[in-house]
T-cell receptor, first 113, second 116 residues
Framework: ETGVTQTPRHLVMGMTNKKSLKCEQHLGHNAMYWYKQSAKKPLELMFVYSLEERVENNSVPSRFSPECPNSSHLFLHLHTLQPEDSALYLC????????????FGPGTRLLVL | AQSVAQPEDQVNVAEGNPLTVKCTYSVSGNPYLFWYVQYPNRGLQFLLKYITGDNLVKGSYGFEAEFNKSQTSFHLKKPSALVSDSALYFCAVRDLNNNAGNMLTFGGGTRLMVKP
């Protein structure tokens, strides 16, 4: 275990549904990240938060909405997704943005029908 | 800009033989390099990293990697492969001089298959 947990581990949703992914880190870190891992593609960084403030948004569609209520929790709210959004969504955390190692959660496997 | 290339989609090795998984990178400043491993249905697990210092970095599970600045490479190695090493391996880079957000760029991954 890396100290980063994600729920749910698996999620199936229709294109009109609204769902949320949750990430929690127990490492006392100040930075958290969302990544998307699709088959045959490199990991894509979606969002970066530091001390609950968004630092980076890599041109992610608005149907993905992150929320970071405190430094231990990170959410990814999903609405009106497309089938091509089906992927493994990984959360990570690091001590800060100064270059600390990122530790990953197990991911949420999302299938959009 | 920073980028990483893993030229091999898959590496096949017999158990007990040495293994190498290749990684080359491109940054405009000084690199901060990582290797991660991903087992089926799991997230990425940190193996090792290079920032400065000794070019040979030792990590978890007997893995090591050698930083070669002239060849801009950071190949992952292990003297004797185990069947349990079979997994997907990712190299990642961060440009220390031009990256305020600790944003890593990952390679496409290399699948390591170790056969008994």
């Amino acid at each position: 275990e890396t100290g980063v947990t994600q729920t749910p581990r698996h999620l199936v949703m229709g294109m009109t549904n609204k769902k949320s992914l949750k990430c929690e880190q127990h490492l006392g870190h100040n930075a958290m990240y969302w990544y998307k891992q699709s088959a045959k593609k490199p990991l894509e960084l979606m969002f970066v938060y530091s001390l609950e403030e968004r630092v980076e948004n890599n041109s992610v569609p608005s149907r993905f909405s992150p929320e970071c209520p405190n430094s231990s929790h990170l959410f990814l709210h999903l609405h009106t997704l497309q089938p091509e959004d089906s992927a493994l969504y990984l959360c990570a955390s690091s001590q800060d943005l100064a270059g600390g190692t990122q530790y990953f959660g197990p991911g949420t496997r999302l299938l959009v029908l | 800009a920073q980028s990483v290339a893993q030229p091999e989609d898959q590496v096949n090795v017999a158990e007990g033989n040495p293994l190498t998984v290749k990684c080359t990178y491109s940054v405009s400043g000084n690199p901060y390099l990582f290797w991660y491993v991903q087992y089926p249905n799991r997230g990425l697990q940190f193996l090792l990293k290079y920032i400065t210092g000794d070019n040979l970095v030792k990590g978890s599970y007997g893995f090591e990697a050698e930083f070669n600045k002239s060849q801009t490479s950071f190949h992952l190695k292990k003297p004797s492969a185990l069947v349990s090493d079979s997994a997907l391996y990712f190299c990642a880079v961060r440009d220390l001089n031009n990256n305020a957000g600790n944003m890593l760029t990952f390679g496409g991954g290399t699948r390591l298959m170790v056969k008994p």
